[in-house]
């Protein structure tokens, strides 16, 4: 197998439009703005719904009432090297032929695309379970999750009779994953401590985390499973594994088993896949709607587009599994993507993506956390502040590729 092909030099010029500014699309603009420091010719554009970027690893503490929505939120003009026009603008559809993204502020002529649109919730066609849960996937939806969290616990205090003062007042999440885990965490934490703001007793709050398979955090080592279970314990989280929702109603998750998870307010974190926009296109894509891609990030039968993040379908071939949707892969994928682009500018070989795994670590309440780095597993303080200093790094290093913005004259 070939490890490099030969980009083609003969159109480097053009325009690079890069869709998305979350974790892998604000990356590839911010490394291609000092790549292309002496090709005036080469216009990037960035295009996002937003006009600023998310920090979504952080939104369990908004949604656990610590952090403001407006703190994940960067905007995205003080991050932004002025040598990148962006354009801030729903994109709406692919002119594959035409090499156009279309968008609500019209179509715009690509000569590489790069595809970075992450992902939104995937309901798994639960019946209810869109109109009845609260998404997290955004720092509006964690706003609205704490917001939904005061009201349950004032209602609750209005109730009478311990017995309803609970169930208001409890919170149940849908899926044990990372964030299931983390906003559980947070939330069992604080509960006891806001009630009484509201006027209830510290007793009545409660959460719940409801996971289909059998275990919390799927792909963890046994070790990282065992100790966020046991924090979470600590905490009074009461989990339920193999509880698989089958309906989500007015009365709450109805689960396969039969029985009844009653709450005030209802989560879903239980999984994503790619936007719908992406599912109607002719891109190819695999599992969970994740567009197919080659080694070196580029669509299948389309080398003018690559794809980085969670939209990228990427098998890790020392798993054979794909690669999970992480932050830190997308930022790998980013920098690969960026790398490329600069080499088909260059006229220079592709380089294959591979994936350099850091490990895995998740704040569980406000304290403590588990982590599994280089095959060693740690539970408490010191993982939650490996969480805090991996976010605080990455906003770091955000404000440090801002710095690349080419001298003016
Ligand atoms: C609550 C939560 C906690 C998480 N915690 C962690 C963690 O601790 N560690 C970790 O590694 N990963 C974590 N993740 C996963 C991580 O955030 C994602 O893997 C990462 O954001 C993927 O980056 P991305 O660039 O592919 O997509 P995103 O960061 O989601 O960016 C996509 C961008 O595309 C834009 N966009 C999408 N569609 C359109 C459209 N039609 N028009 C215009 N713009 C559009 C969006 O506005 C957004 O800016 C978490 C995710 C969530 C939701």
Known sequence: MEDAVNASPADSSGQIVVAGAGYAGLHVAM??????????????????????????????RVAGGKRAADAVRIPIQDVLATRARFIQTEITGFDLAG??????????????????LGSRPNDFAIPGLAQRTL??????????????????????????GPDQQRRLATVVIGGGGATGVELAGELAEVLPK????????????????????????????????DKATKILSDLGVQVRTSATIAAA?????????????????????????APELVADSELPTGHNGRVKVDRYLRVLDHPDIYVAGDLASVTDPSTGHVLPALAQVALEEGE?????????????????FTFHNKGFVVSVGTRRG???????????HLAHLLKDAIEWEYRQSVKHLRGWDPVPG
């Not at 005036?40 to 979504?56: F, I, K, M």
């Open 370 to 380: 588990v982590a599994d780095i280089a095959g060693i597993t740690t539970g408490g």
């Open 336 to 352: 690969t993507v960026a790398r490329n682009l600069d080499a088909e500018l260059k006229g220079r070989p592709l380089e294959p």
């Open 99 to 116: 090499r156009r993204l279309l968008t609500g502020a019209g179509p715009i002529g690509w000569r590489w695309l790069v595809l970075a």
């Open 249 to 273: 109603t007015e009365e709450g998750f109805q689960l396969k088993d039969g029985q009844l998870v009653e709450g005030g307010v209802f989560v879903w974190a239980g999984g994503v896949k």
């Open 31 to 60: 490394r291609l703005t000092a790549k292309l420091r002496n090709r005036p010719q080469v216009e990037l554009t960035l295009v996002d719904r937003h006009d600023y970027h998310q920090v979504l690893t952080e939104l369990p």
């Open 194 to 225: 806001v009630a009484s703001s509201h006027g209830l007793a510290p007793d009545r709050p409660a959460v719940q985390l409801v996971e289909a398979g059998p275990t919390i955090l799927a792909g963890s080592s046994p070790q990282l499973i």
């Open 135 to 160: 998404p997290m996937y955004s720092a509006g939806d964690a706003e609205r999750v704490w917001a939904a969290v005061g009201k349950a616990l004032t209602a609750a205090a209005a109730a009478t």
